[in-house]
């Protein structure tokens, strides 16, 4: 059921980026290609363009032993973006909700319907964090040698950052 | 099937609903009538499990809702006036998620679906986005969702606004079909002449209280439920006026 929720959140968050206008038929196959092709091409200037920034710092850090203000900064960048990207997402999904009584009248406990919207924003957060943080580590460990240890506290921030940005984008939201 | 015993819900100082009591039972088709404003869409939700009450008490088959929703929800299929839907989804996902929510096994949900979406002449727009649907489309697919997990108990928040006559009367058959299977059917309605040939029981409530409660001939004696209506709610005098 919790994933049967995810799905149509995910669904309603992907139909508000990318469905135009209303009252349309089902779009081509054409469309969804070229949707496809942009959505990439986004991502890809993202990773391009935080990589460009982290390869910028990374040496002189590395250099002046800073690597734990590149993490930081990294860390900073990420919840930064992760709070614009989902501020007005989390708005309409946690508060603003218009399918509390469809999902309420069925058999559904309300504790799943809020972990499913909570679900779906943490998704979010991650693909906005993995913009950031996915270069921010490959140009690192690009210059650095990969220890067993960094990678797994890196592995862990990763994991836990989402979470801050969430917690800062629903107290922002709720006040 | 459906008891609501001495409801109250309150919406800061003003009573919404005050002390309503009704029984609806097994085999029943139930139309609730009142003004605008009167507290059957309150009534109607708190039944479902979507409002929380201060007062009283509602048992669905002999389960509080307050006190086991779930168990209630899973007998229950509620229709609202204005109905949110998933206007992304097309409609056969929408109903497929529905059926995903009350866990129809795959089987069952194919064949109710074909059932209800070809009487309803739906089948072939199943597949377009919601969004491209009319007001009376939209509607059918509500009428089929509720339908999918053949509830028990369906409760309608005006069910037959944007329907044409055709969808009218299939409702109507679909309703008394469930209720001759030993289902009940509790809905409001402002088609006064709809309640009169459908109902079995009719209540009238004002400002949140209940007036009036009956069978059709208890509550109308020999005037029409409309001017029955009107005199309860002390509109009699303008209607005639009008004439």
Same mark, same amino acid.
């Given at each position: 059921?919790?994933?049967?929720?995810?799905?149509?959140?995910?669904?309603?968050?992907?139909?508000?980026?990318?469905?135009?206008?209303?009252?349309?038929?089902?779009?081509?196959?054409? =469309? *969804?290609?070229?949707?496809?092709?942009?959505?990439?091409?986004?991502?890809?200037?993202?990773? =391009?363009?935080?990589?460009?920034?982290?390869?910028?710092?990374?040496?002189?850090? %590395?250099?002046?032993?800073?690597?734990?203000?590149? =993490?930081?900064?990294?860390?900073?960048?990420?919840?930064?973006?992760? =709070?614009?990207?989902?501020?007005?997402?989390?708005?309409?999904?946690?508060?603003?909700? *218009?399918?509390?009584?469809?999902?309420?009248?069925?058999?559904?406990?309300?504790? *799943? %319907?809020?972990?499913?919207?909570?679900?779906?924003?943490?998704?979010?957060?991650?693909?906005?964090?993995?913009?950031?943080?996915?270069?921010?580590?490959?140009?690192?460990?690009?210059?650095?040698?990969?220890?067993?240890?960094?990678?797994?506290?890196?592995? %862990?921030?990763?994991?836990?950052?989402?979470?801050?940005?969430?917690?800062?984008?629903?107290?922002?939201?709720?006040? | 099937?459906?008891?609501?015993?001495?409801?109250?819900?309150?919406?800061?100082?003003?009573?919404?609903?005050?002390?309503?009591?009704?029984?609806?039972?097994?085999?029943?088709?139930?139309?609730?009538?009142?003004?605008?404003?009167?507290?059957?869409?309150?009534?109607?939700?708190?039944?479902?499990?979507?409002?929380?009450?201060?007062?009283?008490?509602?048992?669905?088959?002999?389960?509080? /809702?307050?006190?086991?929703?779930?168990?209630?929800?899973?007998?229950?299929?509620?229709?609202?006036? @204005?109905?949110?839907?998933?206007?992304?989804?097309?409609?056969?996902?929408?109903?497929?998620?529905?059926?995903?929510?009350?866990?129809?096994?795959?089987? &069952?949900?194919? &064949?109710?679906?074909?059932?209800?979406?070809?009487?309803?002449?739906?089948?072939? #727009?199943?597949?377009?986005?919601?969004?491209?649907?009319?007001?009376?489309?939209?509607?059918?697919?509500? /009428?089929?969702?509720?339908?999918?997990?053949?509830?028990?108990?369906?409760?309608?928040?005006?069910?037959?606004?944007?329907?044409?006559?055709?969808?009218?009367?299939?409702?109507?058959?679909?309703?008394?079909?469930?209720?001759?299977?030993?289902?009940?059917?509790?809905?409001?309605?402002?088609?006064?002449?709809?309640? &009169?040939?459908?109902? #079995?029981?009719?209540?009238?409530?004002? @400002?949140?209280?209940?007036?009036?409660?009956?069978?059709?001939?208890?509550?109308?004696?020999?005037?029409?439920?409309?001017?029955?209506?009107?005199?309860?709610?002390?509109?009699? &005098?303008?209607?005639?006026? /009008? @004439?």
């Amino acid at each position: 059921m919790l994933m049967a929720l995810i799905k149509a959140n995910l669904a309603a968050l992907m139909s508000s980026l990318f469905q135009g206008s209303k009252n349309k038929k089902n779009r081509g196959l054409a =469309f *969804k290609v070229l949707i496809g092709i942009l959505v990439l091409y986004l991502i890809g200037t993202f990773f =391009f363009m935080f990589g460009g920034l982290f390869y910028s710092i990374c040496v002189p850090m %590395i250099s002046a032993n800073l690597q734990w203000l590149y =993490f930081a900064l990294a860390a900073i960048v990420a919840t930064a973006l992760c =709070f614009i990207g989902s501020v007005f997402t989390a708005k309409t999904m946690l508060f603003e909700a *218009k399918d509390n009584d469809l999902l309420l009248s069925m058999p559904i406990p309300p504790g *799943k %319907i809020l972990a499913s919207r909570m679900l779906t924003l943490l998704l979010m957060n991650y693909f906005f964090e993995l913009l950031v943080m996915g270069p921010a580590g490959f140009v690192f460990y690009t210059f650095s040698p990969a220890d067993f240890t960094g990678i797994l506290f890196f592995v %862990i921030g990763f994991l836990f950052l989402p979470f801050m940005a969430l917690s800062i984008t629903c107290i922002w939201m709720a006040t | 099937m459906l008891k609501i015993e001495h409801l109250t819900k309150r919406y800061g100082d003003k009573k919404a609903v005050d002390d309503l009591t009704l029984h609806i039972e097994k085999g029943m088709i139930y139309g609730f009538i009142g003004h605008n404003g009167a507290g059957k869409t309150t009534t109607i939700k708190a039944c479902c499990g979507i409002l929380q009450y201060d007062e009283g008490e509602i048992y669905i088959d002999g389960v509080s /809702i307050k006190k086991d929703p779930l168990s209630c929800k899973r007998k229950l299929a509620y229709m609202p006036d @204005n109905p949110y839907l998933y206007e992304f989804l097309s409609g056969i996902k929408y109903l497929n998620f529905i059926a995903d929510v009350f866990g129809v096994p795959q089987k &069952e949900r194919e &064949e109710r679906i074909k059932k209800y979406a070809d009487l309803f002449e739906l089948t072939d #727009d199943l597949a377009q986005p919601i969004s491209s649907y009319s007001h009376g489309m939209k509607q059918k697919l509500v /009428i089929i969702s509720a339908l999918i997990h053949e509830p028990l108990l369906i409760i309608m928040d005006e069910p037959f606004v944007g329907l044409d006559p055709k969808a009218s009367r299939i409702l109507k058959n679909i309703m008394r079909e469930i209720c001759d299977k030993g289902g009940a059917i509790f809905f409001s309605t402002h088609i006064l002449e709809v309640a &009169e040939k459908l109902c #079995d029981r009719v209540a009238i409530i004002k @400002n949140g209280k209940l007036i009036v409660s009956g069978n059709m001939d208890e509550v109308k004696g020999n005037d029409s439920l409309e001017d029955a209506f009107l005199e309860l709610e002390g509109g009699a &005098e303008y209607a005639n006026g /009008i @004439n």
